[in-house]
Structure formats: C-alpha cells, structure tokens
C-alpha cells in the first residue's frame, strides 16, 4: 500500500464550484504540503503544516484553504474554483527533526481540470 | 530568498550515453540541495541529496551530484542511461534554518533507443 495517498486522482469541476482534495499518510510523520506543478514553473508550495496545530501559508496561498484534521489527514479546499487553477497538484510528508534536511515524500498527485 | 534554476527544460540522450542535467542556485546561506525524479503519472522520488560533508554525492539508479559552492551549482549526471531513465527531474533547494523547499523548473530528460 502507498505511504502517501491522494483522493481523487481526477476531477473535472466548474467555474465557481468548491473542491476539497484529500491527503492521508501513514507514515506517521508531522509535517504535510501541499504543491501544485504547471507545466514549465515546476512546483510550487501552496500552505504546509507541521503539525495539527500549525498550519502557515506557502508561496501562492491565495484562493486555496486548509484544513489539518489529524496528523495523517490534510485536506486543500479551492473555495470557489476558477480555471487558473487548473494543475497537477501533490501532496508530501516529512519527519520533523531539528534541522531541515528531511526527505520529502510524494503522493501520486490530483489533475484537477477548472472549466 | 532562494531560487533555483534549471536551464534545459528538455534534454534528448541516445541510451547508453552520458547525460548531465544543470542546476544552479541563488542563496545568501548554507543550502541543502536535492534531486528528486518524476515519472510518468507518479509522484517525486527522491534520487540523492546533499546535506554537508562530500561534494559528490551519489543516488539511486546510477545518478551522482556535485556540489560546487564556488559556482553554486548542483548538476546531476549519470554515466550511461537507460529508457527507463525517462522522466521529469526536479533540482530543489532548502535553507539549513528554514522550513520551506524551492524547486526549479524540472528537465525532461527523454532517451531515445
């Protein structure tokens, strides 16, 4: 089974409609992300959490939410979609330890498609 | 503020020929630096990292790094590759106190049989 899993894989969704995209881990570690990848700009840090109780923006967090349920779970909500959000976008996990050298895990990625 | 650049977007290699993939960065303090490869409808994997110590660091599958303060350069290479070396490689940096990873642009190495 996937250390890092996605739900869905795929959605297609209109203009204006609210979208929550699911992340479980069982790696058992704190910290969670949330990327999205478009073509040619690679990925990009959308809000990251350290654990259930911290929760900071990345570097294009506007239009999108979070929500960290537990330690596994780590939802992004896009609250009122709009095409420019159309991308492939990643969930990752790592261990938390005193200095930032961690390993960041990937989940399979969401293609979300914004009509 | 780190970046990173990637400066081939895309790189053609026949099989069994060597290939290097460019990776420069811009920081004012100490970095870790990473490589991490996509395949096709997958996630990241990570390939190799530099954390301090040798500036050669080799990864899985056969890729090595060299870190070169000097030029602040990461470029990831490997001697002799394979079809199934086909994929997207993503440079990725991070800041020895901070929090977040930066990556580049990503390369899309193809190899032709």
Same mark, same amino acid.
């Given at each position: #089974? @996937? ?11 209109? &203009? ?39 929760? =900071?923006?990345?570097?294009?967090? #506007?239009?999108?939410?979070? !929500?960290?349920?537990?330690? @596994? ?43 | @503020?780190?970046?990173?650049?990637? *400066? ?18 811009? !920081?004012?303090?100490?970095?870790? *630096? ?51 070396? &086909? @994929? ?7 800041? =020895? &106190? ?6 580049? &642009? ?8």
């Amino acid at each position: #089974d @996937a250390d890092v899993t996605q739900t869905p894989r795929n959605r297609i969704t209109k &203009t204006g409609k609210r979208i929550m995209l699911e992340c479980s881990q069982t790696k058992g570690h704190d910290r969670m992300y949330w990327y999205r990848q478009d073509p040619g700009l690679g990925l990009r840090l959308i809000y990251y959490s350290f654990d259930v109780k911290d929760i =900071n923006k990345g570097e294009i967090s #506007d239009g999108y939410s979070v !929500s960290r349920q537990a330690q @596994a779970k780590f939802s992004l909500s896009l609250e009122s979609a709009i095409p420019n959000q159309t991308a492939l976008y990643f969930c990752a996990t790592s261990e938390s330890t005193r200095e930032p050298q961690e390993t960041q895990y990937f989940g399979p990625g969401t293609r979300l498609l914004v009509l | @503020a780190q970046s990173v650049t990637q *400066l081939d977007s895309q790189v053609p290699v026949f099989e069994e020929a060597p290939v290097e993939l460019r990776c420069n960065y811009s !920081s004012s303090v100490s970095v870790y *630096l990473f490589w991490y490869v996509q395949y096709p409808n997958q996630g990241l994997q990570l390939l190799l990292k530099y954390l301090s110590g040798s500036t050669l660091v080799k990864g899985i599958n056969g890729f090595e790094a060299e870190f070169n303060k000097s030029q602040t350069s990461f470029h990831l290479r490997k001697p002799s590759v394979h079809i199934s070396d &086909t @994929a997207e490689y993503f440079c990725a940096v991070t800041r =020895n &106190t901070g929090n977040q990873f930066y990556f580049g &642009t990503g390369t899309s190495l193809t190899v032709i049989p």
